[in-house]
């Protein structure tokens, strides 16, 4: 039971780097091309933890089957459930400009953006207890940090684009601090439901969750950040990747 309070605990508090991004999105006029500079830095941050902390692990738990299965099955189920979302107008709910629709424009936007939110969080957030369980009770450090840090721009970037599209600072707050505690809980169900599984199983899930995570950095962050600033994406991108590979190899 501990285990799974520390879990959530730790899967709060990357989520609640969602509430600050709001916070400051909401509160202060940020330029959206450091918006954008910052999604892009987040996006490698996030390919990198991906790459050595899901994929490799799953990886070396139980072979390529299940590393292929599980990252195009994750990759699909997200691009699946993201073309559904955005067909009810949670398409640019990361974008920080005027692209977000206002209820008026687009009934029950504001539903989609919220379901699109915990769609690209919870599988966030169940690595982060599974890595719990991958590492013998040690912390996958590399892949707290790279959820903090690409949470704090799509949080910006979201709140930033809501209050453009009109909508109130108690919505834009009750939606993060909302998603954040579902973060938590999230982390806390991959440590508490998963410990028992077989590696094979254990392998499916991490790669599932890492394609679902790479599929969000290409439909959403990418596509932010390189409508700002454009050249500047890759080597923003290529320099989060490297943060991120120095602080998993620490």
Do not use: C
């Not at 690409?150 to 909508?167: C, I, V």
Request: charged share 10%.
């Amino acid at each position: 039971m501990a285990g799974a309070l520390v879990a959530g605990g730790w899967g709060l508090f990357a989520g609640a780097a969602l509430l600050v991004g709001a916070a400051v999105g909401t509160l202060v006029r940020v330029p959206p091309r450091l918006i954008a500079l910052v999604m892009a830095f987040g996006s490698g941050v996030l390919m990198a933890a991906v790459s050595f902390e899901l994929i490799a692990e799953a990886y070396e738990r139980s072979g390529m089957v299940p590393v292929v299965t599980g990252a195009v099955g994750g990759a699909v189920v997200y691009s699946g459930a993201n073309a559904l979302l955005a067909r009810r107008g949670a398409r640019h709910r990361k974008r920080s400009g005027e692209q977000q629709p206002s209820e008026e424009e687009a009934p029950g936007s504001g539903n989609a953006m919220a379901l699109g939110a915990l769609l690209d969080g919870v599988p966030e957030s169940v690595v982060i207890g599974t890595s719990l369980l991958g590492g013998g009770g040690h912390l996958g450090v590399a892949t707290v940090g790279a959820v903090f840090i690409s949470n704090l721009p799509e949080g910006l970037a979201s709140a930033a684009g809501m209050r453009a599209a009109g909508r109130g600072r108690g919505y834009v707050f009750a939606l993060w601090g909302g998603i954040a505690v579902v973060s938590g809980l999230a982390a806390l169900a991959g440590y508490a439901l998963l410990g028992g599984v077989s590696a094979a199983v254990m392998a499916t899930i991490t790669a599932v969750a890492g394609g679902a995570i790479l599929a969000m950095i290409a439909d959403t962050m990418i596509p932010e950040a390189y409508g700002r600033v454009h050249l500047l994406t890759g080597p923003v991108t290529v320099i989060g990747f490297l943060s991120a590979f120095a602080l998993a190899h620490l």
